[in-house]
T-cell receptor
Framework: KAGVTQTPRYLIKTRGQQVTLSCSPI?????VSWYQQTPGQGLQFLFE???????NKGNFPGRFSGRQFSNSRSEMNVSTLELGDSALYLCASSSDLATQETQYFGPGTRLLVL | GESVGLHLPTLSVQEGDNSIINCAYS??????FIWYKQESGKGPQFIIDIRSNMDKRQGQRVTVLLNKTVKHLSLQIAATQPGDSAVYFCAESGADSWGKLQFGAGTQVVVTP
């Protein structure tokens, strides 16, 4: 089976712009979670989607949003980018995280905000 | 201003020795624990997990121990190899936080020849 894929792998944006990141989960997986990883804060949970519904949300401002499509692919969007949004954004999928099925991570999208 | 990064504890291990990585958790409601390995430039890679109804679980060259009394988790790596050099994270979830994983700060493991 192919693993979790994320596109693009690298991205450079300027402050005030918006960005959309994409994640394709492992085939058959319906749960997709997003995390932000920075040297200062470590790995922080953004949100989780299951069957096109957001089930859980972390403590991030409303500029961070996401969605999931019927094929389980997910996108996350960050509007009005700030310098502090520079990070590695990781997507992870599982068959159903709520039943504690194993969560597998993609390689991440490295976002640099200038 | 200058950002301050997390200070990752570092474990230096000689090749062939056993490694023990520790993790403390604070949420008594956590009942599912996972260890991930992250190499530079890559996403976290699943190593092993354990549920709260178990004290020990073994995988290939790895063992996870769970002590719920003191809220402590450890990962033991047998016969550490250069390819084991990475940052290791413990993560937890529970009935009050299903659907999301809470990650620890991580431990940098450096394997020396």
């Amino acid at each position: 089976k192919a693993g979790v894929t994320q596109t693009p792998r690298y991205l450079i944006k300027t402050r005030g712009q918006q960005v959309t990141l994409s994640c394709s989960p492992i085939s058959g997986h319906r749960s997709v979670s997003w995390y932000q990883q920075t040297p200062g804060q470590g790995l922080q949970f953004l949100f989780e989607y299951f069957s096109e519904t957001q089930r859980n949300k972390g403590n991030f401002p409303g500029r961070f949003s996401g969605r999931q499509f019927s094929n389980s692919r997910s996108e996350m969007n960050v509007s009005t980018l700030e310098l502090g949004d520079s990070a590695l954004y990781l997507c992870a999928s599982s068959s159903d995280l709520a039943t504690q099925e194993t969560q597998y991570f993609g390689p991440g999208t490295r976002l640099l905000v200038l | 201003g200058e950002s301050v990064g997390l200070h990752l504890p570092t474990l230096s291990v000689q090749e062939g020795d056993n490694s023990i990585i520790n993790c403390a958790y604070s949420n008594s409601a956590s009942d599912y624990f996972i260890w991930y390995k992250q190499e530079s430039g890559k996403g976290p890679q699943f190593i092993i997990d354990i549920r709260s109804n178990m004290d020990k679980r073994q995988g290939q060259r790895v063992t996870v121990l769970l002590n719920k009394t003191v809220k402590h988790l450890s990962l033991q790596i047998a016969a550490t190899q250069p390819g084991d050099s990475a940052v290791y994270f413990c993560a937890e979830s529970g009935a009050d936080s299903w659907g999301k994983l809470q990650f620890g700060a991580g431990t940098q493991v450096v394997v020396t020849p």
